[in-house]
């Protein structure tokens, strides 16, 4: 058409035209109640999985904001610290980070593990870094008991335990391990909160490019 032209909809009122514009309103309207529903029922299998979380890791707190930590590196050269964070169970990557390691020579997980959360927490107060103010209601460290308990000393010298939760989670057993339990805590297969684990765990490496 012709800019600025006039446009004459023509509705058909009987007949198979009419017919098959009842069949494209019936299915537009099925299509969307379907969307919705399933929305809803997205949503409350994620508050599910949130409270069973914190029922089984005994948070203090809801965990409405999950950041999540992970160290690799190739052939022990180059090696990153990993930040994805999950908000209301769902990625939020818009907030995801990654850290260059840059204190800690050759290959010690724990400190580096240390490193970056130090850096990380102590951004919480710095009035210019807004992006940085939002604390975590649960740290997930990717590793076992011994990455759990140099994390817990970190933010025990920060002074952010035990009002930040932090739990470890050693994926080859889906093993948990929270402070103060020498015992793992394994979650039942027919547990929200351990898909969410897995969740969370698919998508522990797909930060985007080290930005601090």
Request: glycine share 4%; proline share 4%.
């Amino acid at each position: 058409n012709k800019r600025n032209a006039k446009v004459k909809i023509i509705v058909p009122k009987r007949g198979v035209k009419r017919k098959l514009l009842n069949m494209v309103s019936e299915n537009a309207l099925f299509g969307l109640s379907k969307y919705k529903n399933e929305k809803i029922n997205r949503k409350s299998r994620l508050n599910k999985a949130i409270y069973q979380l914190k029922e089984e890791l005994s948070l203090v707190r809801d965990p409405i904001r999950i950041e999540c930590y992970d160290i690799s590196n190739i052939q022990g050269t180059n090696p990153v610290g990993s930040m994805t964070v999950f908000i209301d169970g769902k990625p939020s990557k818009s907030h995801y980070r990654k850290f260059k390691i840059a204190n800690v020579k050759g290959i010690n997980d724990y400190e580096m593990m240390k490193e970056v959360l130090s850096r990380r927490l102590r951004n919480l107060k710095d009035t210019t870094k807004t992006e940085w103010n939002d604390k975590p209601d649960l740290i997930i460290i990717d590793g076992g008991k011994g990455h759990l308990n140099a994390s817990l000393q970190t933010l025990l010298e920060l002074g952010q335990y035990p009002d930040i939760s932090i739990c470890s989670l050693a994926k080859k057993k889906e093993e948990i391990f929270i402070p103060e339990q020498s015992e793992s805590i394994i979650l039942s297969r027919n547990s929200k909160a351990l898909h969410l684990f897995q969740f969370i765990s698919c998508l522990l490496y797909t930060s985007p490019s080290p930005r601090d």
